[in-house]
């Protein structure tokens, strides 16, 4: 379970949100909503312990995040506003590294998880000869290839086109289905089923 | 099963590598530079053999050392724009040995080629031939101390604008303990006398920057990423 307890956050002298609390079980996926600059994504960068905040703390199993460090981290999989693609190596090359600094299994199967994201004939090719969107489904390919039960995810479906925003949204169903924590932000409408809460954060 | 800390600490180091073979002009940059600047010294104090064998230890561990801190900007700028450190930061590893892995590589990628590349140039700047040696082991001590000191520096000044100068003022005064005793070794070994004492002190820098360096750089990247 991940709980949010008195959370405060600011940016330079500006609370971006204070006294926040929330929290998220198992088999849920926890809709962050707000205007640009509210804050999402410092939210999110602090859930993952990147940010620190200003204020309150945020536990994992009831420990606070700080105590639990490498524990924790290898519990979640964060996807943020950087893919995270180095464009001099290949897409495979980008997700087998990516894997490896994740802490995923050492056999993973790169080419079926690639063949998933739709990146096949892509593979071998330098990453930056991709386009946004094809560089979002390689970064967001790492969620397929870790076997993680807590996904942040900000803006994961900017730049993908509709087929792949719908298995996208099968994927979040899947995993929620089967037990996972989601903690997401995204300005498209998400076609998720399950148990969902919403939060907003300049309300 | 799960793939282990070395396991994870040898992939950074090869795909630092395979950057690096990817991208040969970020390399060559600093060892280009290496060689005109100690090029130059000949054409501006004029070719006396005597004269540029009493210059060669200071110019070359000098053009060493401005050659690596060139090279200092590349260690995390690509992977801070990317995202690939935050990638690292959240890994399930501790992230000191990662950044271990990193300043490595940068180093096999910097230092390691002034080391060979430094019997060359010295033989311009007519350094004698039994300190020649000398000269490769110490950069061979000395240069990996740079990278290891460089990394904290590049790391605290992640994302900072005019990064580049602020770099050289937190590092260069870090560096001048291994110039001192860098090129004194260099300069006593032309002269014939005893450089063990040198080395020792070399080697305690090496140890010192190994168990204390990357801790920081770690510490300095979280503040970063901040």
Redesign the interface.
Known sequence: MLQVVDLTCSRGDRALFEKLSFSVQPGELLYVQGANGSGKTTLLRTL?????PADGEVRWQGTPISQLA??Y??Q?C?I??????????SAA?NL????????????VDIAAALERVGLTKAARLPAKFLSQGQKRRLALARLLVATKPLWILDEPLTALDVHFGAIMNERLTAHVAAGGLVVITSHQELAVTGQISKIRLDS | ???NLL??AR??FQ?DL??AA??PADVATPLAFFVIVSSLFPLGVGPEPDVLSRLAPGVLWVAALLATMLSLGRLFA??H????L?????????LTP?VFAKVAAHWVTSGLLLVVLSPLLAMQLNLPAHAMGTLAVTLLLGTPVLSLLGSVGAALTLGVRGGGVLLSLLVLPLYTPVLIFGAGAVTASASGLDTKAYFSLLGAFLLLALGFAPWATAAALRIS??
């Open positions: 993952c312990g990147l940010s620190q490498d524990d981290r290898s979640l964060y943020g506003h950087a893919n995270g693609i180095q464009g001099d190596l090359e087998r590294f990516g894997t490896c600094v994740g802490g995923a299994d050492s056999h | 099963m799960s793939q396991g994870t992939c950074i795909r395979i950057l990817r991208k690509g992977d724009a990317d995202g690939t935050e990638q690292m930061t959240l890994s399930p590893h501790p990662l990423l901040d």
